[in-house]
């Protein structure tokens, strides 16, 4: 082995063997923000986030993720704060403690945030107020940053919908889910161009418009800005869109 590359794997691996032993040694008292993405009836995300008072952020990516496994790193003060201010503008402590959420298949979302000697703690559903969806995007742009860690790696972990073994599916044509494209219906009188500037950090772009009668589109996205279920589930809340799917193609049997 080339002895550079050797020496940049020992400084590697002291690096995170110090990290972990600084992460064990982190306690409960020392949280201030937290997300956990629990999992759904069909393939959802599930992960969770912790920023801590000195700044180390640790994630658990658990399934249908890009990153699977426990990793970590330390962001700065200023990062840190700038966090923590949206929280307090948004008005964190001023949410309801829970949220319906009327789709029992879907993911539960909880997020905590501890403040000097308050706590709050918010659950809910996909459809809960802009403002903390907001704040959700907040915590998994971060997660999506470069810098981390791995700390301990997980064997990659994906859920599918049960497989139906009928007779009568085994004649059916074989579907299959294009999770690049996704086909949605707006709203009526809303200009599809302004609607895409809501996404533009995640480059939605219009591919084609699907009906002559109807506001149905096709639309695809940049999948290194965002998970392809996540996008769905953030399409699915926007109350300005009536319905969204991933595109699909079929063959014959």
Known sequence: MNKYLFLALIILLSSCSSLNKKIAKLKDQDLIISLDKGPCATKCSEYNVKLYKNGYVVYEGKTNVEKYG??????????????????????????????PNPDPDMPTITMIYNKDAQSKTVIGGLERPKKLLDLQRILETLIRADGFKLLKSYEPKTTYLPKDDSEEAKE???????????????????????????????????????????????????????????????????????????????TPR
């Open 172 to 250: 059916r044509p074989t579907t299959y889910v294009i999770e690049s494209e996704i086909i949605v219906e707006i709203t009526a009188n809303v200009f599809m161009s302004q609607w895409l500037q809501k996404y533009q950090q995640y480059q939605l772009q219009l591919v084609n418009k699907l009906s002559e009668t109807q506001p149905l589109w096709l639309i695809t996205y940049n999948r290194n800005l965002i998970q392809a279920q996540d996008i769905l589930e953030k399409l699915k809340q926007d109350p300005q869109v009536k319905n969204a799917e991933f595109n699909k193609s079929t």
């Open 70 to 99: 426990l990793y970590a790193k330390q962001i700065s003060t200023s990062d840190l704060k700038a966090i923590t201010n949206a929280f307090d503008i948004n008005d964190f402590f001023g949410f309801e403690n829970q949220y």
